[in-house]
Nanobody, 117 residues
């Protein structure tokens, strides 16, 4: 059983930055790939960024060059640094953990990001 808690969302103006954090209830980085997803009203949930056990990363085309996903094993925390935010980035952002071997998957409750002037 894994619980994921996201934080760092909020209201920001276009062009601004936010740093999201995801803290699992226990240490999981030895077995889990991590990712950030988002879902805007009326849209499907989409993968924003992912990072694997071996630190391979991938990003949605819409955020390449603006967002950075990272993991800090010492703090058992995954981050999503979001720069140059646009109104279309407005969504609820969810942390995801997926076991590399069993494919067990866990989701956080989400944190709201609103980009508006």
């Amino acid at each position: 059983q894994v619980q994921l808690v996201e934080s760092g969302g909020g209201l920001v103006q276009p062009g601004g930055s936010l740093n999201l954090s995801c803290v699992p209830s226990r240490s999981i980085f030895s077995t889990y790939d991590m990712g950030w997803y988002r879902q805007a009203p009326g849209k499907q949930r989409e993968l924003v960024a992912g990072i694997t056990l071996v630190l391979s990363t991938n990003y949605a085309d819409s955020v390449k060059g603006r967002f950075i996903i990272s993991r800090d094993n010492a703090k058992n925390t995954v981050y999503l640094q979001m720069n140059s935010l646009k109104p279309e980035d407005t969504a609820v952002y969810y942390c995801n953990a997926r076991n590399r071997w069993t494919r067990a998957e866990y989701w956080g409750q989400g944190t709201q990001v609103t980009v508006s002037s």
